[in-house]
C-alpha cells in the first residue's frame, strides 16, 4: 500500500510576505489617491464597481451627473477639461493600480494575504527534511563540550543538507537542498 501524501511546512516566504505587504501599502496610496480625486467630482457609493476599468467608471458617473450642464455638441474630454479634472492624474494612477496583482477590497481596502509557508510537494522531500532533521537534533543533543565544533566544516560534510541558521545559532535543515533548487557548482 502507497504512502498517503502530506505536505510539511518547512519554512516561511519572509521576502515573500515583506513584498507583498509593501505592494499593499502602495497599491493603497495610489487607489485612495485616485478616489479622493473622483470624489471632488462624482459621489462614489460603491468603489468596488470600479474594479477592472476605473478611468471609464468614473467617466461615465461624471458624464452621468454633469452632461446636462454642459452643450450635447461637447465631447466628454472637453468637458472634463473645462470642468478641470485632472485627466493625466487618474490616467497615470489607474495605470499603476493595474500594475499590481492583488486582491483587494476597494471600499475597505483590505486584502487577504496568501499562504507564505513553505511547504513540501512530495514523499521524497518529507523524507529528506525529517532525516536532515534528525541529524540536526542528533548533533545538538550530543555535542560533546570538550570539543569545538565548525558549523561550516559539518555543512560542507554533510554536502549542504544542512545549513547554519545565524539568528537561531544552529544546525537546520537546507530548505533550497530540500525543494531542489539547490545545485552545487
Do not use: W
Not at 502602495?26 to 476599468?53: H, M, P, R, T, W
Not at 472637453?78 to 487618474?90: D, P
Amino acid at each position: 500500500m502507497k504512502a498517503k501524501f502530506v505536505p510539511i511546512t518547512i519554512g516561511f516566504d519572509e521576502a515573500g510576505r515583506q513584498k507583498f505587504q509593501s505592494d499593499l501599502k502602495v497599491l493603497i496610496a495610489y487607489l485612495s489617491d485616485f478616489f479622493n480625486e473622483c470624489s471632488k467630482y462624482v459621489q462614489i457609493k460603491d468603489k468596488n464597481a470600479y474594479k477592472g476599468d476605473l478611468l471609464n467608471s468614473f467617466i461615465s458617473d461624471f458624464s452621468d451627473k454633469y452632461k446636462t450642464q454642459f452643450s450635447e455638441l461637447l465631447t466628454i474630454e472637453k468637458i472634463l477639461e473645462l470642468s478641470n479634472v485632472n485627466t493625466h492624474k487618474l490616467r497615470f494612477l489607474e495605470m499603476k493600480i493595474k500594475e499590481f496583482d492583488l486582491e483587494i477590497d476597494y471600499n475597505t481596502l483590505k486584502a487577504i494575504p496568501p499562504d507564505f509557508s513553505i511547504k513540501t510537494n512530495s514523499i521524497q522531500e518529507n523524507l529528506l527534511y525529517q532525516y536532515s532533521l534528525n541529524i540536526c537534533k542528533a548533533i545538538h543533543e550530543n555535542k560533546p563540550n570538550d570539543i569545538t565544533l565548525f558549523y561550516s566544516d559539518l555543512v560542507r560534510g554533510f554536502v549542504n543538507v544542512l545549513s547554519y541558521d545565524f539568528e537561531l545559532q544552529k544546525l537546520v535543515p537546507n530548505i533550497s537542498y530540500i525543494k531542489g533548487m539547490y545545485s552545487r557548482l
